[in-house]
């Protein structure tokens, strides 16, 4: 799995993260449930489709994929018990005072600024939509990193609407009058890497 | 103001850091109600005056003093329209992509480590007790950085309670069994810097 | 300074921070020179124009002009002694346990990731180019914030090269034949904010 | 290895962190050679046991005791080739711009201030002591964890002894003079968590 550098293909690492959602049992719609509801508030004319732009425009950053792919990966040696001790011990309960998770949503949101990452602590908090779904589980499953992972990506993608709406309101455009794709690129003072 | 060194000695700092607050109009108790309310969930047995050392326990560290000397300089600075344009239209009328105020308030409470961090976003957003007032002063007063400052403090000073309350449990001691001077002094995982 | 909403137009707070580094001393190509000399043994092919233009990007981004026009205007006011005690001695001095520069300067770099974020610390520890000059001026002149502030964008701007390069040679493309603006436009897993 | 709440007892997590980094051919020593090299330009008084007390005091927090447990858990877990694809190439390579590392060692380092920051990312780039002998290493072992751990754990024992020699400065002591049980209980500005 390793071009001639012995690196990982880009698109690669992109596939594996959008399917280690999915069989986690995240789609990108209920990420994007979680941005409509955060964001509707300042932006009336948001369109569930905005959101989802922006869910999967945030899966495409580095940062973002690598951190769900560590996280997944130990919530899933955790409910198959793979870890050594105390480790598995701590992930499987999902002990109050660890704070591992959090760092790990933490390195992919602050990338997003500092209003993404007060939103993250928000989501993080009081848990809505999926989160919520996630967090109450009562089978085996283990999702200690999950829900802060699914947290950090709605709270980066509402933090990017609202640089991009900020864009284009000086634009003089509204966000509902605007083609997704021109919604992505455009080019102001919040929107480039 | 300056030792022989040139430096400003630290009991002038921690004194001038009380000062600022109670000149903006922010007690000690006020913080520590926040604190209370965070905490009390988790821990039924909590006193107001375990939150109150708490608070003042967060105000010793200088992280924290600077970032409040910086940020309510700040809003001071800007309610006499001293600052230069365009910091003074951007502060005083608290825009909402401007970060600078989180990212001061970032600095004191990641001190505390990931889950004061996350409390830090929700008291932010959910703006409980004295936050809420000085983000909804009608009057001319400027508190762009300050209530962030606020939600920092009363968000380290909960966590170092969460942090600290494990190791008494650990020991066998409930809370409210703890002379606040014990409590304080408890060398535990958690406890030191 | 402000438009219907009572906000200052993006355009005239990214205007502000480009004059506002200039008033300083500190030109675009100081920054690009440190960029080159962190980037060039990663990257043969790197010319001082993709420095440049990279430098330039980071600087549109909302997060790091707030930061610099905060910056600076502490380092203009201590330098005018108008700050109010104890922080005017502390700023002045340039005190080697405030933190409040970096944290500045953090909150900009960190939303590079957190390879910028590593090279901002080496950086701010062995001061290169234009770093260097501001630390070890003579004058009165305080550069207390501007050290870390360029520090910051330097670092800023060479992880988003560090990700481009290898968006682009995933492509099969070079860096030095590929035209700056389609550089900048890349479109790949690191690239988009 | 849980209490009746269903939680690892503090105790087991240090333990297990200590042998952990023993097991990885990490001895305290090791850090806190590290740390003396970063600490005696500013302290000539500093004697190697003031540095092996502070790293035995960073080991203690809970923060640091996490990550280490979780970074050391991913080495051996790649090392076994026992992590998926495309994680498993990812770790195995220490790829570039894999950030998980640093962002783990952050999380940790953090917690100890913005001064702290900067130096680990100072020791990240220079790689001195143990921290280049785990990079160089030429057989089969894995350790893109375990050396931003290590520079985790220095920096942050250096930015303890730098804010207690100013502590104790200010009492007019010299760090020499003093025994080590003195210097950890210090409790001016800067000690208590």
């Known amino acids: 799995m390793q071009d001639k550098k012995g690196r990982v293909p880009s698109e690669a690492v992109a596939q594996a993260t959008k399917e280690a959602l999915k069989r986690r049992g995240v789609t990108i719609e209920d990420i994007a449930e979680i941005v409509y509801r955060l964001q509707l508030p300042y932006n009336t004319n948001l369109l569930m489709e905005d959101c989802i732009d922006s869910v999967e425009r945030v899966l495409r950053k580095r940062e973002v994929q690598h951190s769900v792919l560590v996280g997944i990966e130990l919530d899933e040696l955790a ?22 998770d959090e760092t790990l949503a933490l ?87």
């Open 79 to 100: 409910e198959k018990k793979k870890l050594s001790e105390p480790l598995q011990s701590i992930i499987e309960s999902d002990e109050g005072l660890f704070g591992v």
């Open 107 to 193: 390195g992919a949101v602050m990338t997003y600024g500092s209003i993404a990452l007060t939103t993250f602590g928000y989501l993080d908090k009081s848990k809505i939509g999926i989160i919520k779904e996630l967090d109450t589980k009562i089978d085996r499953s283990v999702h200690t990193f999950l829900d802060d992972l699914v947290a950090s990506i709605a709270a980066s993608a509402a933090s990017r609407i609202a640089h991009r709406f900020r864009d284009l309101e000086e634009d003089g455009v509204a966000m509902a009058d605007t083609p997704a794709l021109v919604l992505e690129s455009s080019s102001h003072a919040g929107s480039d890497f």
